[in-house]
């Protein structure tokens, strides 16, 4: 479904990506780990054309997509959940989950996902009238990926979605990923918490300034020593 190949990306003259390369097949959840400064939320923004490689290319759905614009990756089925959320503080629920369908015409089908929004994440139902901006970390999350889902996604770019988050929280965002993985929307999870990403994921590359280093099945990073020792924090 996607592939990206060597790509190199720079901010400036700073270049945060050096060659990296991979691939997420259709149906899986993908997970990148890595530090702070890996490079890991610069892949996501290469991929949804918020910066584009200098070099390399990356291909959606067999199309070149390495120079398009955001709008148009959007349009092909690429939505991004950014780092931080970013929902719209002075907008209700409702109306911040229907910014995620503007690309959108079909009025009855954003309705439906309205409804299925709602359904996955009933606490935002209960506060639809609500201004984003006095929702929980947690509730603020879950709006986050109720309105990328609006725009339904072939594949969801989620950067960092526990980041702040309570643990309990945590382990629900992490089974809404994993419900929206089977409802048949490819994930590719950027994520601090290794271990649980690394436990819903199907396969998993760590990146470490800029590079890839290691790849594999979720299950064989999780009991990788060199990731159980830099990621993990056990021996």
Not at 29 to 56: D, E
Not at 119 to 140: D, H, K, N, W, Y
Request: proline share 4%.
């Amino acid at each position: 479904m996607l592939e990206l190949t060597a790509i190199e990306t720079f901010y400036g003259n700073i270049q945060a990506l050096k060659g990296v390369s991979l691939k997420v097949a259709q149906g899986e959840i993908v997970t990148l780990i890595g530090a702070n400064g890996a490079g890991k939320s610069t892949t996501l923004m290469s991929i949804s054309g918020v910066v584009h490689p200098r070099k390399g290319s990356i291909a959606f759905l067999g199309e070149d997509v390495t120079a398009s614009s955001t709008e148009r990756i959007v349009s092909m089925g690429i939505t991004q959940v950014p780092e931080g959320r970013m929902i719209f503080p002075r907008l209700t629920v409702r109306e911040n989950l229907l910014m995620g369908a503007y690309l959108r015409k079909d009025k009855a089908g954003v309705r439906d996902d309205e409804e299925h929004a709602y359904a996955l994440f009933p606490v935002l139902r209960e506060r639809r009238s609500q201004m984003g901006g006095t929702l929980s970390g947690g509730e603020q999350q879950m709006l986050a990926i109720g309105r990328a889902l609006m725009a339904r996604p072939k594949l969801l770019l989620l950067d960092e979605p526990s980041l702040g988050l309570a643990p309990l929280v945590v382990e629900n965002i992490f089974e809404i990923i994993v419900q929206i993985n089977k409802d048949g929307v490819t994930v590719m999870l950027v994520e601090q918490n290794a271990q649980m990403a690394l436990q819903i994921a199907h396969r998993g590359y760590v990146l470490e300034t800029g590079h890839v280093t290691l790849e594999g099945p979720g299950k064989d990073l999780l009991n990788n020593p060199k990731v159980r020792s830099a990621y993990l924090g056990l021996d």
